[in-house]
């Protein structure tokens, strides 16, 4: 029901199926040297053919740069993934790379550009999903300085494509609205425990503090319980129906769900359009669709191959 407390860069940048492992839960490789794997400096990592008939390359030196980074920061390794390095990271990586000119070729058609203020927004906005890790300030910078390539490139595909998104929303009718309500919640064990907040909050208790404090939802407990404003179908049945019942700054609950027993309150309400009808979710559209659409990718055979079935590149079979 909720994403973990390290999920926090989404890969809603990218459409489904495409949604490789390029967050930072996921941003842990072996440089190529280390795998055995030698390219020639000027061989490109791949060339993508586009429905334009222009041909771009993806170059090798920028896909080592980014891996070279990753594996620079044992301690973001260690952190992330306790030391455990997942496999076929390269082919990921490349595929994201892919995805990137892509929506260079959109932006290109649309004669858009992506501002550098819009980039800087995306690093620092990365930089703070790195500080989630580590409580020392000091090791924080150290490790974003490490993965610098890596965020770099981050922050450039995400600026890209929420340009694209807005581009594509500007495009659009009058999109329906619609009402969502705003929630936090405080997941405790048992019943009593539940009933124990309610009488706390009651009585004048801060309810940001103690979902810091008590609540067993670590992401959404870091955030003084906060669920932002969203669709309650997202929720599971027991706790969408209290949501859907109450009222604005009603405390809700116990709600007994799977995962324990919940306090609830609705913050309040955000209107907003329609699902599918949003800027990220156009943009997401509009690149799965081309690159469903390319006419050919040629990726580096010692890095893998292009499955044109699910447009991602896939690690060699002997990998």
């Known amino acids: 029901m909720w994403p973990s407390a390290l999920a926090f860069v989404a890969v809603k940048i990218f459409p489904a199926p495409h949604r490789v492992l390029i967050g930072l839960l996921a941003a842990i490789a072996v440089v190529a040297s280390a795998c055995g794997v030698t390219r020639g400096a000027g061989d490109p990592a791949a060339t993508v053919q586009l429905s334009t008939g222009d041909s771009v390359e993806v170059s090798s030196a920028e896909l080592d740069q980014i891996l070279v980074s990753i594996e620079s920061s044992p301690r973001f390794i260690e952190s992330a993934f306790s030391g455990t390095m997942p496999p076929g990271i390269e082919a990921q990586l490349l595929t994201t790379l892919v995805i990137e000119k892509v929506i260079d070729s959109l932006l290109s058609e649309e004669g858009a550009t992506t501002s550098d203020a819009s980039i800087e927004t995306e ?154 009808t949003d800027a990220s979710t156009l943009a997401s559209t509009r690149i799965g669709e081309t690159l469903n659409a390319l006419p050919a990718v040629e990726v580096n055979p010692q890095i893998g191959f292009w499955d044109t079935t699910r447009s991602v590149v896939v690690p060699p079979l002997d990998q």
Request: hydrophobic share 40%; glycine share 10%; net charge negative.
């Open 123 to 276: 690093r620092l906005s990365l930089r703070g999903d790195v500080g989630r890790l580590f409580e020392d300030e000091a090791v924080t910078e150290e490790v974003v300085a490490e993965l610098d390539p890596y965020l770099a490139s981050l922050a450039r595909i995400r600026a890209k494509q929420a340009t694209l998104g807005e581009i594509l929303f500007a495009d659009q009718p009058e999109p329906e609205m619609v009402t969502l309500p705003c929630t936090s919640h405080i997941l405790v064990a048992t019943e009593t425990e539940a009933d124990d907040l309610i009488e706390q909050l009651s009585n004048g208790g801060d309810f940001a503090t103690l979902a810091t404090e008590l609540s067993l939802d670590p992401g959404s407990g870091a955030q003084g319980g906060s669920l932002g404003c969203s669709d309650p179908e997202r929720f599971v049945p027991e706790f969408r129906d209290a949501v859907l019942a109450g009222a604005e700054g009603e405390l809700l609950g116990p709600i007994e769900t799977q995962f324990g027993f919940h306090v609830i309150v609705i913050d309040g309400f955000e209107t907003s359009p329609a699902s599918g």
